[in-house]
Every structure is written in C-alpha cells, then in structure tokens.
C-alpha cells in the first residue's frame, strides 16, 4: 500500500457557517514520528507535521477551525464571519496535502479570525505559537520572534485572565512556558520570574519532568542575565 495512503485519511465537514460539505486531509496518530522537541515544546517531525492538519477550512466561506471545535459556533459568530470573512474570501482549496506555507496562510486567517471573534487570548496565543514554531522551521527568525512576543504576552495575559487549563496546559506548565518565552526573546529578568513561580507551582508535582525542565531554563536564564547586565555595564562605561 502507498506511505502516503496509510499516513492520511480524508475527513467530510460540513460548514456551520455556510452549510457546504467538504473534505479535509487527517493524518492517522499512527503514523505521526517525532525527531526532536524545542525547550518551547515546539516538533520535528520525521513524518508529515500535524500541526499543518489541525486547522479545517471551508474552502466555500473561509471559516477555520481547529478541527475538533469545528462546529462549535454561535448564531453571532457566524453573522461576523458571513460580514468580515466571506464578503472578502476567495474560494480556494486546503483540504489536500500541505505543505509550510499553506500552514502559514491558514494560521494566519486563524488570527485574523479569532480578532473579528473576540476569541480569548489563550487561543490566539497558541495560534501565534505555532506561527513561531513555522517561521522557525525556514530560518526566518525576525517573523519567529514576532510571534514569539505576540504569543508570551497573550500567554501571560491568560495566565491572569482566564481559568485552567489553559491550552490544555495547568499553571505550573504555562507559567514555565512563559519562561521560556520570555528567555528567547531576551528578558532573563521576567524569564526568571516565570521559572520561579513555574517550579513552586504545586501542580508541578504531576509533572516532574517540566520542573526539570524549569530549573535547567532558569539556570540559563540566570547566566545570561549576568551577561547581558555585564555587557550593559560595559556599554555604559
């Protein structure tokens, strides 16, 4: 049997928005290999990346959706995708194999979407996640740490805003994810902050490998903040 075959299956949607029925490519648990993690909790995949499947778009209204919320959308929501989406949508077609870019669009309508909803932050942090986790794949590090920000202060703004789980996350895990965050994109001093209330967390006790994790990252955190104080020092003298 062809690889490709096994690794996917198609999947009919019916739209809630418009009503239109269509397929969409699944790939099979089965079939998904992981390479390698980022301290981030960002794959690599030596199979097809499930990331770029997780997102169902109707290819008639542009409504998208992660695919297991697909038709979970109130009256009101509709009317604003029906006035802000499909007035301006291109009928066009993801419901095949996708490939890095076609992921990029997809999330990125995901964002825009989840504005015109007034979708809680959480989910449009772990949207911009992934746009990070994209851009990182390619190389292209300025879009990587726009989205990287984007996502750590969303991330933080649920921290304080919204109840757990959180992204399928509990505190101790999103408050060392934070961490981590703010540690990529150069603020040791709030990465360390995160860590701290990451490994005091006591939800941590279910999860001893992330208080590994977040005691390695504030370690580094802390030996780069004396770096970037001593150049600073350097700097000013």
Not at 18 to 33: D, E, G, N, V
Not at 151 to 177: H, K, Q, V
């Amino acid at each position: 049997m062809n690889r490709e075959l096994e690794e996917f299956y198609d999947k009919e949607m019916t739209c809630p928005v418009c009503t239109f029925i269509f397929k969409t490519k699944k790939l099979r648990r089965s079939a998904i290999r992981v390479e390698k993690n980022d301290t981030d909790f960002c794959s690599y995949y030596k199979s097809e990346n499930p990331y770029f499947y997780a997102l169902a778009v109707c290819p008639q209204c542009g409504y998208v959706e992660f695919e297991n919320i697909f038709e979970k959308i109130s009256k009101i929501s509709i009317e604003k995708i029906l006035r802000n989406i499909t007035m301006k949508w291109t009928p066009r077609e993801y419901g095949g194999k996708r490939n890095l870019a076609q992921a990029i669009q997809i999330y990125k309508l995901s964002l825009y979407q989840s504005e015109v909803l007034g979708k809680e932050d959480s989910y449009k942090a772990n949207v911009c996640l992934k746009l990070a986790w994209f851009y990182r794949y390619i190389g292209n590090m300025q879009s990587e740490m726009k989205f990287l920000e984007y996502a750590c202060n969303l991330y933080s703004s649920a921290y304080s805003g919204e109840n757990f789980p959180i992204s399928g996350m509990d505190s101790a895990r999103l408050a060392y994810l934070i961490g981590e965050l703010c540690r990529k994109l150069g603020k040791y001093e709030e990465a360390i902050k995160w860590f701290n209330k990451a490994v005091n967390d006591p939800n941590m006790k279910k999860a001893l490998h992330i208080k590994k994790m977040a005691r390695d990252q504030w370690h580094l955190a802390a030996e780069e903040y004396k770096i970037q104080k001593s150049n600073q020092a350097g700097y000013s003298e």
